[in-house]
Every structure is written in C-alpha cells, then in structure tokens.
C-alpha cells in the first residue's frame, strides 16, 4: 500500500471515499459484507438509511425536478429533426416521463427489499410531486405538457393496482383524487379547468407558430 495513504490521517483519508464512483462504493460495500461482523452493521445503516422515506420530502423533490426542465431542451429535440418532424407535444411528454422515470427506479427497490410501507410512501410522494407540478408548476416547459403530469400520474396508479392490494390502491388512488376534491365551482366543474383550456389554447398557438416557422 502507498505510504502516504497509510501515514494520512483519518479525517484526511476520507477524500479518498468521497472520490468513489457509486459503482465502485457498491463493489467495496459487497466485499466488506463478506466479514460476517461487518456485514450485520452495514446491514443495519443500510435499513436505516432506507427506511429515511419521506412522502413530502419526495413530493418536493419531484416537483423541484419538473419544473426546473428548462424549455430550451424540448425545443433542441423537437421540431423539424434529421429523422424528421418530431411533435414538441409527443417530445415534452418522453421527457417529463423520463425524468419521473428515476423515481419510479428507486420505489422499484423498495418493493424488492419487500419494505412495502417505505414503497407507499415513496409513491405517494411522486404522485404528489406531479399533480402539483401539473397544478402550479411554473416553468416555460410546462405549458408544452399540461395534462401530462395527470396521465403519468394515472399510469403509475394502473401499474400499481397490478402488483398491490386493493387496500393498498385505494390508499394510493386517494392521494391523486385528493387534487381533485377540492375547488368545484358551484356547477361542479373544477376552477383549474379553465386554466387548463386556457394552456391548451396558448400551446396550440405555439404549435401553429412553429410549423409556420
């Protein structure tokens, strides 16, 4: 071993570890998990570290990550293309569920851990990250995609019924109507809902501009 590693002092050797790239932090975990003392510590940080999950912690999150895609990325990959016209609508949807995407990967692992109550929760914050994405985002992207963090929404929410009980849906359905409750006017209709014709109209003026361009 290099000397100067070894005459470093602790505190100083830390940098070595934050150097790490997670691949290879994984690859170190999994070897030390061989000694059988270090293994049940790991184990126990890594429970701890798992079951930090925080429903509006991630709502936040989410909504943080959506509304800060910056329109000039849809306009890059949209539009007249080398493999020809790409709709900015159809574009502005790959990637808001793109970025969701990355969400849904780390609630997948709860539900492999078998932590379902952690999962719930994790779902519950992406559902809620959407729809207040949809309701008061406000970034320029947003008006490309109105609807979309709705149908996202509705996706996860149909995937979900595949794999969980019917208790577990109805709790996780909640969560999702729960944007929709409240807000009626006195003929039933929601206030957001014109707004959101609103948006429409404003993105299908843009759509027009832009072929014409």
Same mark, same amino acid.
């Given at each position: 071993m290099d000397k100067d590693v070894v005459n470093d002092s602790d505190s100083s050797q830390l940098k070595f570890i934050e150097a790490l790239s997670r691949e290879a932090s994984i690859e170190i975990l999994l070897e030390l998990c061989k000694d059988g003392d270090l293994a049940e510590s790991i184990v126990a940080m890594a429970k701890i570290d798992l079951a930090a999950v925080d429903m509006d912690e991630i709502a936040d999150e989410v909504f943080r990550s959506l509304n800060s895609i910056q329109v000039e990325e849809l306009w890059d990959n949209s539009g007249s293309t080398s493999w020809g016209y790409q709709?900015?609508?159809?574009?502005?949807? =790959?990637? #808001?569920?793109?970025?969701?995407?990355?969400?849904? #990967?780390?609630?997948?692992?709860?539900? =492999? #851990?078998?932590?379902? =109550? =952690?999962?719930?929760?994790?779902c519950k914050g992406i559902l809620t990250g959407l729809c207040r994405y949809g309701e008061s985002g406000n970034n320029e992207f947003r008006d490309w995609c109105p609807d979309d963090p709705y149908t996202i929404a509705e996706n996860i929410i149909y995937e979900w019924k595949k794999k969980h009980t019917a208790e577990d849906v109805d709790e996780i359905q909640a969560v999702y109507d729960s944007f929709f409750s409240d807000g009626a006017d006195e003929d039933g209709r929601f206030i957001w809902e014109d707004d959101l014709k609103e948006i429409r109209k404003t993105t299908q003026d843009k759509k027009n501009k832009r072929k014409k361009g």
């Open positions: 709709e900015p609508t159809d574009v502005a949807f =790959k990637m #808001l569920e793109a970025e969701v995407d990355a969400y849904l #990967l780390e609630m997948e692992q709860y539900r =492999k #851990l078998g932590m379902t =109550k =952690k999962e719930k929760e994790y």
